[in-house]
């Protein structure tokens, strides 16, 4: 069978390093204790969970920690009820996903370039488990993958992140309050080192003397 998925990695709009790592990914070539298994007596067990013999296709796609930070993700994937079989089915779907045709063009390459994020952060934090004992902690990893994102993708005068959650209060500007300090709390979580907001909400504004536009140094 003819893998296409090594030649969409290079047609990519990607950066080079990410190229890298997601051809690496498919040609199956990183060294993954299945790899390194076949010229050395080493345990297969996968570094990240230790539950399940280790594979680049496992630990992107099936290892509980990778299944935890699709789930995470803003498209709430879940890489187990896909129907992956091989790490080519999982590389076709970073480039083709099952819900596509809901998405434009420059949506796609998000998920593509979402994807190959997440798959660079992994290896990284299993070469530092490995190496120097970093503990895998699920929800920083996620953080850094959401910064990550929205660093490299910059700001464009697009929409490149949004959230929602429901608030119990009948006063507009009590939710206008609300959401400004939660959008606060998300960018310090984010680390970002500074962030504009917007309201029209005059109360609001009166209330922590700012005009309607301001800039935090955080
Ligand atoms: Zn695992």
Request: proline fraction near 2%.
């Amino acid at each position: 069978m003819i893998d296409l998925s090594r030649g969409q990695v290079w047609k990519s709009r990607l950066h080079e390093r990410l190229k890298m790592h997601l051809w690496r990914i498919a040609a199956n070539v990183l060294p993954t204790k299945d790899v390194i298994s076949q010229f050395a007596n080493v345990e297969v067990e996968c570094t990240l969970c230790n539950l399940f013999d280790e594979s680049s296709f496992h630990i992107f796609a099936l290892c509980p920690i990778a299944k935890s930070l699709w789930f995470r993700s803003q498209w709430g994937v879940k890489t187990d009820s896909l129907g992956f079989a091989s790490i080519h089915d999982f590389i076709n779907f970073l480039f083709s996903p099952s819900f596509a045709k809901e998405l434009i063009v420059c949506q796609r390459e998000d998920f593509l370039f979402f994807g190959a994020i997440l798959c660079n952060v992994i290896w990284k934090q299993k070469n530092l488990f490995l190496f120097e004992g970093f503990a895998v902690k699920v929800e920083e990893l996620s953080f850094r993958i959401s910064k990550l994102f929205l660093e490299h993708k910059g700001w464009r005068g697009e929409l490149v992140f949004a959230c929602s959650k429901r608030l119990n209060t009948i006063f507009p500007f009590q939710a206008e309050a609300e959401a400004i300090k939660w959008a606060l709390t998300l960018a310090a979580n984010l680390e970002f080192e500074a962030i504009i907001i917007e309201s029209d909400s005059q109360v609001v504004q009166y209330g922590s003397s700012f005009s309607s536009k301001v800039v935090f140094s955080l």
